[in-house]
């Protein structure tokens, strides 16, 4: 049996609003392209759409030369990786977590690096992205970051990106919103250089973030066109951003209150349509509906299985942090008084 009732609490969330403006001026903007250059974060403090760890097995798989990847000795507590590319490991990362600068030469004989970050997860090391290619189009600083871990830096929809000085990242999109207008975006397999040209579509203004519904700090909330092709991260945008008109769809959100979190996604919520030259506002965050499938046990007893949560919109929130509790949730007779009360594990 499926059951669901109302809590007020949620960690933190995201909220929904839409305004749509042209995008047309009477001069248009030139083609612009910058150069793009590697940059290693002392502090790794991204927050990412779609994080993806890759199992290393015989080798960290970031194509140099005519190789597939960069050799590793792969030991229980200990990995030693080829850091240069010519073939002998050379550098050990010990523990659970490490670091490693990888310098390789492409097969057209240009170098390049790579930083890959380290960990050992159930007795498998494995690898992420932990450095950047950065640069400025349109004035205004734009980072990329190879989500998928495969060296290349133009995964559109897979890659991530972030505008400006925000630690909050979007999936790598084909239009990007810079200066109140909207661009269409290309850039480059090596990360090295990437162009906006203006955006011939209809554009409108998205609003995640003025009609959010809880006192919790949104730090992430990020939309993607439900073809794939554009995405926004809009959480600071208070007022909304200009982004082409079309269906909407929430990839990822993430909120803070104090020492808690929570992730969102799209769950039971349809997509946000972004009309021409139009205003939509989409309430969602608090209340929360929790919805919870249970049997009976014995006579007034009954088992009930750990719920799922969804907002206003029908927006999913999971992962509560630190301790992967629920929200406080009160079970009340028909009279108002209170029969039990406590928070789920494992949420």
């Known amino acids: 049996m499926n059951h669901s009732f109302h809590t007020s609490c949620l960690a933190a969330g995201v909220l929904a609003a839409v305004f749509v403006f042209g995008n047309h001026s009477a001069v ?18 991204f927050v990412l759409p779609s994080e993806s760890w890759t199992t290393i097995y015989g080798g960290i798989p970031i194509a140099h030369g005519n190789e597939e990847g960069f050799l590793v000795n792969n030991e229980p507590y200990t990995l030693t990786v080829d850091t240069d590319g010519n073939g002998k490991p050379d550098e050990e990362v010990k523990g ?24 050992n997860e159930n007795d498998l ?18 980072t990329l970051i190879d989500q998928n871990n495969n060296g290349r830096w133009n995964d559109y929809g897979e890659d991530a990106m972030v505008i400006g000085d925000s630690t909050a990242a979007c999936l790598l999109s084909r239009a990007v919103s810079l200066g109140g207008k909207v661009f269409a975006l290309e850039v480059s397999e090596t990360g090295e250089s990437a162009t906006i040209r203006p955006f011939e579509g209809e554009v409108g203004v998205l609003d995640m973030a003025s009609g959010f519904g809880t006192d919790g700090k949104l730090l992430s909330v990020v939309m993607e066109s439900v073809d794939g092709a554009y995405s926004f991260e809009l ?29 969102g996604r799209d769950g039971h919520m349809k997509a946000v349509r972004v009309d021409p030259n139009e205003t939509r506002v989409v309430q969602w965050g608090a209340p929360v509906q929790l919805e919870f499938n249970w049997s009976p046990t014995g006579p007034g007893e009954i088992q009930v299985e750990i719920p799922s949560f969804f907002g ?8 509560f942090q630190p301790d992967a509790k629920s929200p406080k949730i009160f079970v ?9 009360s406590g928070q789920f594990g494992g949420c």
């Open 332 to 340: 009340l007779d028909a009279k108002g008084k209170e029969l039990w």
């Open 312 to 319: 206003a919109a029908g927006e999913e929130w999971y992962e």
């Open 28 to 45: 248009q903007d030139p083609t612009e392209t910058g150069a793009f250059n590697f940059k290693a974060p002392k502090d790794w403090e």
């Open 96 to 119: 659970v977590h490490g670091l490693v600068e990888l310098r390789g030469v492409r097969a057209d004989g240009s170098k390049f690096k790579y930083v890959a970050r380290i960990r």
């Open 235 to 263: 959480a600071s945008e208070r007022s909304g951003l200009k982004v082409p008109a079309g269906q909407y769809r929430l990839v990822f959100a993430y909120g803070r209150k104090g020492g808690e979190s929570v992730k």
């Open 125 to 142: 090391w494995q690898f992420a992205c932990g450095g950047t290619m950065q640069g400025k189009l349109g004035g205004t600083t734009v």
